[in-house]
Nanobody, 124 residues
Framework: QVQLVESGGSLVQAGGSLRLSCAAS????????MGWFRQAPGKEREFVAA?????????VYADSVKDRFSISRDNVKNTVYLQMNSLKPEDTAVYYC????????????????WGQGTQVTVSS
């Protein structure tokens, strides 16, 4: 069982930046694909970004965040990050960290493990 704890959510003005972090309990963190999802009020949870296991050589993004968000990982610290730049009010959501075996499962919205979420609010 992988436990995921997100941090870094906050209130920020439009155009600003935030970095979310997700710390994992699992010592085999490096073997997992890691990613982020978000859920805005009244909307379904949606995929944001994912990074492949180990070296993280492959990253994928939702079209809505491409060129603004960047996902990275530190396998020594068992942590995945989401750097969010040029934030927009429509980025307001609870952001969830997730872990799973394949990037394809993230695109289907079905990773194996989920964190509790961290709130990001972007004011206009």
């Amino acid at each position: 069982q992988v436990q995921l704890v997100e941090s870094g959510g906050s209130l920020v003005q439009a155009g600003g930046s935030l970095r979310l972090s997700c710390a994992a309990s699992e010592s085999t963190f490096g073997s997992y694909v890691m990613g982020w999802f978000r859920q805005a009020p009244g909307k379904e949870r949606e995929f944001v970004a994912a990074i492949s296991s180990w070296s993280g050589g492959t990253t994928v993004y939702a079209d809505s965040v491409k060129d603004r968000f960047s996902i990275s990982r530190d396998n020594v610290k068992n942590t995945v990050y989401l750097q969010m730049n040029s934030l927009k009010p429509e980025d307001t959501a609870v952001y969830y960290c997730a872990a799973g075996p394949l990037i394809a499962t993230f695109k289907r919205g079905a990773p194996d493990y989920w964190g509790q979420g961290t709130q990001v609010t972007v004011s206009s």
